[in-house]
């Protein structure tokens, strides 16, 4: 099963961007396109959108107004997340995920995670 | 719309069974045979234990079982073991204008 990758933490001051990477471990993403996920520290899960790898088509939560951005490179097999415009609220584990064949709106497949805070 | 409502905490003793409630609405759980459970132990990445309402992924014990009533779905977990105790998140689909996917504010599972 690929595993997907995520970019190291970082920290980063309210009203700056932030981009984290999602790599496929072994060159293939999965058919169901990447989904990002966030969750708050100690609290639940929010869905943040998703995008094919194969089109590019992208699907954003319509909370975050606008501030993020989902790209994909096929020749690398990463996808890249961009928030912009990031305030203290933003500060959480930011995951990539996917389905596998046959799991549609279901995700057994889990970057590691990265962690960002957003202090000034 | 608004995260689908989960109660915050569960309970239950080895071996025995423990529901959790996920509520939503019919555009969403009502709406769509797209649940999921997720199971999330501290420092980890979450899991999925159910997806499509009640089918299990290889490798998730039948001690897990999902289902569906109207715009509640429930995730039961039988013969309860030590391991389960951890937190538990639904999700669902939700078409509309905006497709999305919602999650539930989870439950902390704790094995008295």
């Known amino acids: 099963q690929v595993q997907l990758v995520q970019s190291g933490g970082e920290v980063k001051k309210p009203g700056a961007s932030l981009k984290v990477s999602c790599k496929a471990s072994d060159y293939t993403f999965p058919s169901n396109g990447i989904t990002w996920v966030r969750q708050d520290p100690g609290q639940g899960l929010e869905w943040m959108g998703w995008i094919s790898t194969h089109s590019g088509n992208t699907n954003y939560a319509q909370k975050l107004n606008g501030r993020v951005t989902m790209t994909t490179d096929t020749s690398t097999s990463t996808t890249y997340m961009e928030l912009r415009s990031l305030r203290s609220d933003d500060t959480a584990v930011y995951y990539c995920?996917?389905?596998?064949?046959?799991?549609?709106?279901?995700?057994?497949?889990w970057g590691q995670g990265t962690m960002v805070t957003v202090s000034s | 719309q608004s995260a689908l409502t989960q109660p915050p905490s569960a309970s239950g003793s080895p071996g025995q069974s423990v529901t959790i409630s996920c509520t939503g609405t019919?555009?969403?759980?009502?709406?769509?045979?797209?649940v999921s459970w997720y199971q999330q132990h501290p420092g980890k990445a979450p899991k999925v234990m159910i997806y499509a309402v009640s089918k299990r992924p290889s490798g998730v014990p039948d001690r897990f079982s999902g289902s569906k009533s109207g715009n509640t779905a429930s995730l039961t977990v039988s013969g309860l073991q030590a391991e389960d105790e951890a937190a538990y998140y639904c999700?669902?689909?939700?078409?509309?204008?905006?497709?999305?996917?919602?999650f539930g504010g989870g439950t902390k599972l704790t094995v008295l």
């Open positions: 999700s669902s689909y939700a078409g509309g204008t905006y497709p999305q996917i919602l």
């Open positions: 995920v996917s389905g596998s064949s046959g799991l549609d709106h279901a995700f057994d497949i």
């Open positions: 019919s555009s969403d759980v009502g709406g769509y045979n797209f």
